[in-house]
Nanobody, 127 residues
């Protein structure tokens, strides 16, 4: 079993930065791909960023490309999402996910590709 806990959310002004963390249980976490998703009220869960199990591949949604960066630390069983140049459209609950997603972007960008999810952390960007 893999348990994920997000942290680091909060209120930030437009143009500011925020770093989210995803703490995972057990070494098994290192064998899984990791994704970050977000969900705004009344909207479907949206793909944000991906990093492969080996850390060699990353993918980003067009809306965050160039502004967000996903990383992972195998020794600490953690993943991070560094968010910069934030805007109000980034306001959402952010979720960390883990799973074996395959090697296609179309697959790893889908929530159904992930087996484990955290409870989410609220990110609010004020104008």
């Amino acid at each position: 079993q893999v348990q994920l806990v997000e942290s680091g959310g909060g209120l930030v002004q437009a143009g500011g930065s925020l770093r989210l963390s995803c703490a995972a249980s057990g070494r098994t976490f290192n064998n899984y791909d990791v994704g970050w998703f977000r969900q705004a009220p009344g909207k479907e869960r949206e793909f944000v960023a991906f990093i492969s199990w080996g850390g060699s591949r990353t993918s980003y949604a067009d809306s965050v490309s160039g502004r967000f960066a996903i990383t992972r630390d195998y020794a600490k069983n953690t993943a991070h999402l560094q968010m910069s140049s934030m805007n109000p459209e980034d306001t959402a609950v952010y979720y960390c996910a883990a799973g074996s997603t395959g090697n296609r972007y179309s697959t790893r960008a889908q929530p159904g590709a992930y087996s484990y999810w955290g409870q989410g952390t609220q990110v609010t960007v004020s104008a």
